[in-house]
């Protein structure tokens, strides 16, 4: 079945170092992509998107890569900071009328000091 | 600008009791979304919907499960008869407009069934 999953449950860096989390989908018809943020005891918190028309899109320290030929998104986290430690979810649209979002499980992002 | 307000934000009930789940949107959003995430895992949709509107329900289970959204007021998830295996983190989001839109999230209820 489609679904959209991160290649890694966990991912461990220093203070400093930059952050990639992956992200693979499956629906190709998918055309509009968010990543968010989840603290622990806390609602998702929206970080960045992206439109199937576009290749990259930068944020605040964080840049988003979208490549539709292998279906894979990244997040890329500059300069991690202990308060980037969170779990990340990449969402993508499962229908035409972008009605609803589809999360993977989530890569748990720890920042050491 | 008051965000998604989720509540209550813990709430324990015993199997075959019914629990009422509030949410309410942002202002000036009128599309709610309704997410649960078990332990450990990510989020899945439930249910879309707009005012006075199911739009989709695709992620609804069969039975026991049913959302509204009434013209005032807040949307409102309800699961009758719960049991053990409907434990779990129920998040709203909303937006503005369709999917393609950014939506935000509430806080979240902790259903816990005993």
């Known amino acids: 079945g489609e679904s959209v999953g991160l290649h890694l449950p966990t991912l461990s860096v220093q203070e400093g170092d930059n952050s990639i989390i992956n992200c693979a989908y499956s629906?190709?018809?998918?055309?509009?992509f968010i990543w968010y943020k989840q603290e622990s005891g806390k609602g998702p918190q929206f970080i960045i998107d992206i439109r199937s028309n576009m290749d990259k899109r930068q944020g605040q320290r964080v840049t988003v890569l979208l490549n539709k030929t292998v279906k894979h998104l990244s997040l890329q986290i500059a300069a991690t900071q202990p308060g980037d430690s969170a779990v990340y979810f990449c969402a993508e649209t499962i229908n035409q009328a972008g009605t609803a979002l589809i999360f993977g499980k989530g890569t748990t992002l720890s920042v050491s000091s | 600008n008051a965000g998604v307000m989720q509540n209550p934000r813990h709430l324990v009930r015993r199997r075959g009791q019914e629990a009422r789940l509030r949410c309410s949107p942002m202002?000036?959003?009128?599309?709610v979304y309704w997410y649960r995430q078990l332990p450990e895992e990510g989020l899945k949709f439930m249910v879309y919907?707009?005012?006075?509107?199911?739009?989709?329900e695709s992620g609804m289970p069969k039975e026991r499960f049913s959302a509204e959204f009434p013209k005032e007021g807040p949307s409102i998830l309800r699961i009758q008869q719960v049991v053990r295996g409907d434990s779990a983190a129920y998040f709203c989001?909303?937006?503005?407009?369709?999917?393609?839109?950014?939506?935000?999230f509430g806080q979240g209820t902790r259903l816990t069934v005993v």
């Open positions: 629906n190709s018809a998918s055309d509009y």
């Open positions: 202002k000036g959003h009128s599309h």
């Open positions: 989001a909303s937006s503005a407009g369709t999917g393609r839109t950014e939506a935000f």
């Open positions: 919907l707009q005012k006075e509107n199911i739009i989709d």
